[in-house]
């Protein structure tokens, strides 16, 4: 099974936080690994690096779809 990864990136309020300015979101793409998704989030963000407004993230989208699979036993909400 693939480990899914989203790379994006766009303008922070705060290049301290996370807070994007969702009309400046730039999608860079899904990828099947960390490595493969390294690669691109460096190439964008090093386009960048002298904007400090400028963010770009990778985000695990295989923890998302599959929380329980890092092996973390979570409680699960009851059947309504």
């Given at each position: 099974?693939?480990?899914?990864?989203?790379?994006?990136?766009?303008?922070?309020?705060d290049?301290?936080?996370?807070?994007?300015?969702?009309?400046?979101i730039?999608?860079?793409?899904?990828?099947?690994?960390?490595?493969?998704?390294?690669?691109?989030?460096?190439?964008?963000?090093q386009?960048?690096?002298?904007?400090?407004?400028m963010?770009?993230?990778?985000?695990?989208?295989?923890?998302?779809?599959?929380?329980?699979?890092?092996?973390?036993?979570?409680?699960?909400?009851?059947a309504?």
């Amino acid at each position: 099974m693939s480990k899914l990864h989203l790379v994006f990136g766009g303008r922070v309020h705060d290049p301290r936080g996370l807070d994007f300015d969702l009309e400046t979101i730039d999608l860079v793409g899904v990828y099947d690994s960390y490595a493969a998704a390294e690669d691109a989030w460096r190439g964008r963000a090093q386009r960048t690096v002298d904007d400090a407004e400028m963010r770009y993230v990778i985000v695990h989208l295989h923890r998302l779809l599959e929380p329980d699979s890092d092996g973390i036993s979570r409680p699960r909400e009851p059947a309504a």
